[in-house]
Nanobody, 111 residues
């Protein structure tokens, strides 16, 4: 299993980014996938889930209405569009399948 996140960066408050997760080594289209984030000095925080087909999505209250999860099963890739970013969104963002997780991509939001 390999999960490779990309798309993070430094943005101003109110800005947007699109995070990507390229998956390989397993049948991507058969698995629900998640985004999880971890802020400095804090534990992991679940952000969003998407069912294997993409038909069901779930969001943490802290990001609902600002973040959008999506996937392209033909490309074995999952995305997280993050809008209206706030300084408290600063974290390393990871895609995950069950207990598997990538190396993460850093999102830093300046006020």
């Amino acid at each position: 299993v390999q999960l490779v996140e990309s798309g993070g960066g430094l943005v101003q408050s109110g800005g947007s980014l699109r995070l990507s997760c390229a998956a390989s080594g397993f049948a991507f289209s058969s698995y629900a996938m998640s985004w999880v984030r971890q802020a400095p000095g804090k534990g992991p925080e679940w952000v969003s889930d998407m069912s294997s087909s993409g038909g069901r999505t779930y969001y943490a209250n802290s990001v609902k209405g600002r973040f959008t999860i999506s996937r392209d099963n033909a490309k074995n890739t999952m995305y997280l569009l993050v809008n209206s970013l706030k300084p408290e969104d600063t974290a390393v963002y990871y895609c995950s399948r069950a207990s598997d997780r990538g190396q993460g991509t850093q999102v830093t939001v300046s006020s």
